[in-house]
């Protein structure tokens, strides 16, 4: 007989007790946030959540991190809110669509192993300005209101930071929107409510292709934000992924993170969500709440779905007071306040790098553009302090030649100023070039060397070069001579 496959865990009475709780508890969270998100991203609420729900439940079965969870975020919410506000929601969903094909097309040639090249400073730059654009896209709700806003924001951001201090079996955040929400329905008090916002579901989504022309033109306006969802989308979901490895002590498969989130993706832009990526904190809140399983993902998202579907009525008058107080503390909580605090220890190339970073996010509002800058800003500054690493000395060897010791990683910056430290009149006819202390990386390292040798030889002298290793004297021998 076939050997018993092995029990799926989450069929343990207990884990599975610990993940349908953890999963309700990510929805009830979800839920505000991803009206919030809708707000930012110009789009109804109920896209938003549609692309929540839509999210959830399909990356739980295509995704590689187990118990984490992927939902409407911020980050897709600030890369595509320009394109709703000049062509619409119907090209919102073809970009989504499109970012969908090329996150799967990115993970199957394996973006997931690049994602190593990407320096901390960066990574501490991408989610500094991430904290500074959310909070920024609460304004609006804070402009032109009525009075009563501001003291319902106040009073929600206390309850949200004061309530763990006393317990934190219900989520803060919870208590605030539902705290807001009865007072001013039963004092009356008129603010800005979820429903004026935009019409919530009342149904389950209608899976379709987006109303837009399939034309060069509609791609040329969508390729560059299905791109930025695509890059910005794998950046925060491998993130999340490494953090959950980190807390939960097990591993991850990240090219199958990869492909999911692009899965995941395409689903919801079938379905007219806004599209989406892991959620750093809504992860947070599942995997501390005891969840290690697909299972608590997946219900996540089904909980949302029957909350809204059957509270519809009462999340319309939520009061946008306590939704800005939300994102003013995930705001808060997501920037990396510690490294305010370290700037004095850091060197200056870590900090021009994470400045680097913010600067041209807030500038552009692309995380993705940021991002690049900043890895880009990291390498020069990189290879400009390896390049100092290079060392030439030269010696008198036993016989009456030159030897001249070479230290350091060669590559096209550091041997740029190698050719001025030999001397090719004043040197007798035999010189030693040894690089036993030192590596060949490219090319130009070669072309070097074979400039220094035709130096020599133009004054009738022989240059020997050892120290080779296998590596860098089979690469030494196949370009030597060859490169013009």
């Known amino acids: 007989m076939p050997a018993a496959l092995p029990r799926p865990a989450w069929l343990s009475p207990r884990t599975a007790r610990t993940e349908v709780l953890a999963g309700l508890v990510v929805a009830l969270a979800l839920i505000p946030e991803a009206i919030s998100f809708s707000v930012i991203a110009g789009v109804d609420p109920r896209v938003g959540l549609f692309a929540s729900f839509t999210m959830a439940v399909t990356i739980a079965f295509t995704g590689g991190r187990p118990a984490m969870i992927s939902a409407a975020t911020g980050a897709v919410a600030l890369v595509v809110a320009p394109l709703v506000a000049e062509h619409g929601l119907q090209h919102l969903i073809a970009a989504v669509l499109l970012g969908g094909l090329l996150q799967v097309a990115l993970g199957l040639l394996g973006v997931a192993k690049v994602m190593r090249f990407v320096p901390r400073s960066v990574m501490v730059g991408f989610v500094n300005a991430l904290a500074i654009l959310i909070f920024a896209a609460q304004l609006p709700q804070l402009t032109g209101v009525p009075w009563a806003v501001y003291p319902l924001a106040a009073a929600g951001l206390a309850i949200i930071f004061l309530l763990p201090r006393l317990t934190t079996a219900v989520p803060a955040p919870l208590v605030a929107i539902v705290v807001l929400t009865i007072l001013t329905v039963t004092a009356g008090i008129a603010v800005p409510t979820v429903g004026d ?106 909980f949302l779905l029957v909350l809204v579907l059957a509270l519809g009525p009462v999340v319309a008058v939520i009061p946008m007071a306590a939704l800005v107080a939300v994102m003013v503390f995930v705001s808060i909580a997501t920037f990396d306040w510690h490294s305010l605090r370290t700037l004095r220890r850091m060197p200056r190339s870590e900090t021009a790098v ?34 100092h690493l290079v060392t030439v000395t030269p010696t008198a060897g036993p016989d009456g030649e030159r030897v001249y010791a070479v230290h350091g990683a060669l590559f096209f910056a550091s041997t740029n100023d190698m050719l001025g430290h030999f001397d090719y009149a004043g040197d007798p006819d035999r010189v030693v070039v040894d690089l036993s202390g030192a590596h060949i990386w490219d090319a130009s390292s070669v072309a070097v060397l074979d400039a220094i040798e035709h130096k020599y030889a133009t004054r009738g002298k022989t240059v020997e070069i050892t120290g080779l290793t296998d590596t860098t004297g089979h690469y030494h021998q196949r370009l030597a001579g060859r490169l013009g």
Do not use: H
Request: with cysteine; proline share 5%.
């Open 354 to 387: 994470m400045l680097a970073t913010v600067a041209v996010v807030l500038a552009t509002d692309n995380l993705a553009i940021g991002v690049g800058v900043g890895v880009l800003v990291a390498c020069v500054l990189f290879a400009r302090r390896v390049a």
């Open 197 to 302: 916002q935009g019409d919530l579901p009342g149904s389950l989504p209608t899976p379709g292709l987006p109303d837009v022309p399939f034309t060069w033109d509609t791609l040329s306006v969508i390729a560059p934000y299905a791109l930025a969802i695509a890059l910005v989308g794998l950046m925060e979901s491998l993130m999340t992924a490494k953090l959950v490895d980190e807390i939960t002590d097990t591993p991850s498969s990240k090219t199958r993170e990869s492909v999911g989130q692009g899965i995941a993706n395409l689903v919801t832009g079938f379905s007219g969500g806004m599209g989406g990526c892991a959620m750093i904190g809504q992860t947070m809140i599942n995997v501390r709440s005891g969840a290690r399983t697909r299972l608590s993902t997946f219900l996540a998202g089904v």
